[in-house]
């Protein structure tokens, strides 16, 4: 019964996305030809406007119609941009109506360009009410994108789009601002409104190069990880075929890729921990990663990441700990650090359950001595698996065992994850003891652990 209701759920599903996806490519078509409208609108004014300026000598008529122009070229580009540049999905309805309803406000604005009594505050009355829905359109927009951070490749792509939006918005502050001082003084000096115009106009230009810029940059860095992805994919299965790493501490900017590594292998654990949904554990990791600059036991300073060579893509990632690392001081200035995001986020009943969960949790964390350098964490991108990475990582961690002078490296596997225990024994590592804590399983709903190890 409940296969039958997975199935059916899963067709209502796969309806329902491929009838909202119709409509939205239907109303952006219906854009796209109020665009063309508008362009053959603006063409077909042209020659008057030409003629008027070169018979009267004023530049007035012919910059607002360039402004137009850019204006047209802008909002076309506005609605392309959103259907390319955010992967992670269609533009929603609302954004694409209020791109609809400034299109159609766009022959409005173009009614005004009148020869020979062309009216300059009416134009921009008109104006401001575009730049205002444009404004509109951009907090919509950057609300959308704070709201999807976990879906950026990288925190310097996320931060890329937040400065593209607020650079949008400025540009549609000063476009308000110079069109109420015109309407305000619509008898000043002539030459000091073809002056703002064109400053417009060129605002206009280079917030246009700026978001294609940004947009292409994206694309481009989308077309990059696909085809390293597609290379490793082609040659995984190729004998002795290896990916070369370069193994270092993450930056800030790597935050986003290390979180995504983390909940992908080990998501349970911190699910579990804080009682919440993927999306809200997603953020507070994220937070406790870059809580006090990333130096603490599990900040992201903490961390390795193996970056390929070839594509600079990060395809894996390593976490060690030693005997040091669980001073009393660091776990002090981690605890307040993880107790601050949780408060922040869950309240303080969120934090009392992570507290009382943790309890559980800590049972079978591992203690680890002196003498042992411990792999709490290691895991390669599925799409790298068999490029010999996880070798590559564990022969870094047995250059740090020599370097700390220790004289073993230990792990602990999941009991009924007899695949990684048959890789690790391959790799050197033998079985020590096993874990058991019945009530820590029921809350990870995960099996007892094998402390494994390995001589250096």
Known sequence: MDTYKA????????????????????VLAVISIIQGLAFNDLVTRFPNIYTYTRTTGDPTVFIHFVLCFIILLRIFQTYVTAVLDYNFGLPSFSEILLIFLIGAIEYFLFSSLIIPNFNIASFHKRLSIISVLGIVGYIVTILRVLNHEELFHSHKEYSREIHLQMVNITGMVIFIAVSFFIVLFPVSSSGLHN???????????????????TT????????????????????????GERLDINIDQPEREDVLDLCQLILKNFG???????????????KLLKNILIVNKGKHPIGYKSFCIARSRISDEIVGMLFLKTHSSDSKINKFIGGLGIAKVVLFHLGFIGLFRTWRNWKVINNIVPKIKAHELHIVYLTVKD??????????LLAHAKKVARKESKKSITMDVRKNNTKAQAIFIKLGFSEESITIDPEAEKLLNQSSNIRMSMTV
């Open 268 to 282: 349970y654990v911190y699910t579990n921990l804080f009682d919440t949904s993927e999306k809200l554990t997603y």
């Open 195 to 213: 002056f703002l115009v064109s400053a417009m106009v060129l605002t206009f230009c280079f917030n246009i190069y700026f978001s294609l810029q």
């Open 383 to 392: 799409e790298a698996q068999g490029k010999e990475i996880g070798k590559q």
């Open 7 to 26: 199935e059916d759920d899963l067709i209502r599903s796969r309806a329902q996305d491929h009838l909202v996806n119709n409509w939205v490519n239907i």
């Open 216 to 239: 292409f940059e994206r694309q481009a860095a989308i077309t990059r990880r696909i085809g390293e992805s597609l290379s490793i994919a082609l040659t995984g299965n190729l004998q």
